[in-house]
């Protein structure tokens, strides 16, 4: 059961998505489409409380259990990142707003790719405190070398992260020949908010 609401919060999340930026900048109602795009979290929540329950009622930790922890932590990593970076290019495509900044060169996409690796920061403390607190809760009642394993998967996704943004700080991407370096910071001060 817990996998199929897992697949459901995942289906959810991207008709939830469709439904808000088409209101938003199809049907002309940005009031209604924002307050689509808010009930997103309400997909992680009712993720988070199917894990405590299926935990709650004797269900055997494990990998099921790990994914949930990792889905809900890249929600609270990435998923109003994911959310302004498709809005912007909804508002370019159907709305005939500013193109979104591009790809960056030099230290300003090396900034860029150590704010993904904070966020991806975030998203793994969050999947190893849940995985952690899923050790705790069921104690020595199950094994729980599957919630450990999952923790150790946070990890490693941490470090490729890492070592990503570390390649771009040491081997810092040139502006192709032709193109305008000013453009490409242009477009890196454009996206800040990030």
């Known amino acids: 059961m817990l996998v199929a609401l897992i697949i459901a919060c995942e289906v959810g999340f991207w008709v939830l998505l469709a439904a808000g930026l088409a209101l938003r900048y199809l049907a002309g109602m ?8 808010l009930c997103e979290p309400l997909l992680e929540l009712t993720l988070l409380a199917a894990s405590v329950v299926d935990l709650a009622n004797g269900g055997e930790p494990g990998w099921r259990h790990g994914l949930a922890a990792l889905y809900l932590g890249y929600t609270v990593g990435y998923g109003r990142y994911t959310l302004k970076w498709l809005d912007r290019h909804a508002a370019h495509r159907l709305a005939g707003g500013p193109k979104p900044p591009g790809a960056t060169y030099g230290r300003e996409r090396a900034v860029h790719e150590w704010k993904l690796w904070a966020r991806t920061l975030a998203g793994a403390a969050v999947a190893l405190a849940l995985l952690q607190a ?3 809760y069921v104690g020595d009642a199950a094994d729980t070398g599957a919630l450990r394993a999952w923790q150790l998967v946070a990890l490693r996704v941490l470090g490729i ?11 810092p991407r040139k502006a192709p020949a032709g193109a305008d370096p000013a453009a490409g910071e242009a477009g890196a001060l454009a996206g800040k908010d990030r």
């Open 134 to 136: 899923g050790v705790w």
């Open 30 to 37: 940005p009031r209604l489409g924002a307050a689509v795009l």
């Open 161 to 171: 992260q890492a070592l990503i943004a570390a390649t771009y700080s040491i081997w």
